[in-house]
């Protein structure tokens, strides 16, 4: 079974400017998490999602959003770039994302903002 | 607010020792504990899963346990190897009753010498 798969995995991108990562989870799995990671604050959940609704949202601006296809892949948007968000940004998924799971991770997409 | 605490931050060992990585978390109102491991720009693997009315899981040469009541886990390495070296991230699930957001330790950074 293929594992989780992100595109692209390296971007750069300047101030100001928006960006879409995408996640591929792995097949039959519905639950699909975001996450943060960088130097200085380590892995930071962003939000999950499940059969299109977002279901948990971490403490984040609103110029971070998501969403989720009905094939279960899902897309994070970050909107107005700022050099603080440069970072691995990491998706897992889970069979139902339920708190019992195992969430599998991507290998995650690489952020530099200039 | 739940916070995870993984002591020590940085380890370095010769091969074949045994070893001990903890994690400590404030809130035991949890549904389980993850760890992890993630290679230099890579992903997270995950190695163990305990459910919160385990004690303790076992893969290979790894044993991770878990104390709720004192807000602890401990992954113990058997006979380390140099490519055991990764950074071991500890992750709490299901804090306060929410599915599919994990709470991560800032990781133990393990280095094993030939």
């Known amino acids: 079974k293929a594992g989780v798969t992100q595109t692209p995995r390296y971007l750069i991108k300047t101030r100001g400017q928006q960006v879409t990562l995408s996640c591929s989870p792995i097949s039959g799995h519905r639950s699909v998490s975001w996450y943060q990671q960088t130097p200085g604050q380590g892995l930071q959940f962003l939000f999950e999602?499940?059969?299109?609704?977002?279901?948990n949202k971490g403490n984040f601006p609103g110029r971070f959003s998501g969403r989720q296809f009905s094939n279960s892949r899902s897309e994070m948007n970050v909107s107005t770039l700022e050099l603080g968000d440069s970072a691995l940004y990491l998706c897992?998924?889970?069979?139902?994302?339920?708190?019992?799971?195992?969430?599998?991770f991507g290998p995650g997409t690489r952020l530099l903002v200039l | 607010k739940q916070e995870v605490t993984q002591i020590p931050a940085a380890l370095s060992v010769p091969e074949g020792e045994n070893l001990v990585l903890n994690c400590s978390f404030t809130?035991?109102?949890?549904?389980?504990l993850q760890w992890f491991r993630q290679d230099p720009g890579k992903g997270l693997t995950s190695l163990l899963l305990?459910?919160?009315?385990?004690r303790e899981q076992t893969s290979g040469r790894l044993n991770a346990s878990l104390d709720k009541s004192s807000g602890r886990s401990t992954l113990y390495i058997a006979a380390s190897q140099p490519g055991d070296s990764a950074t071991y991230l500890c992750?709490?699930?299901?804090?306060?009753?929410?599915?599919?957001?994990?709470?991560f330790g800032k990781g133990t950074k393990l280095s094993v010498k030939p």
């Open positions: 809130d035991s109102a949890i549904y389980n």
């Open positions: 897992a998924s889970s069979a139902a994302g339920l708190a019992e799971e195992t969430q599998y």
């Open positions: 992750a709490v699930g299901g804090y306060g009753g929410s599915q599919g957001n994990l709470i």
């Open positions: 305990i459910q919160s009315s385990q």
């Open positions: 999602y499940f059969s299109e609704t977002q279901r």
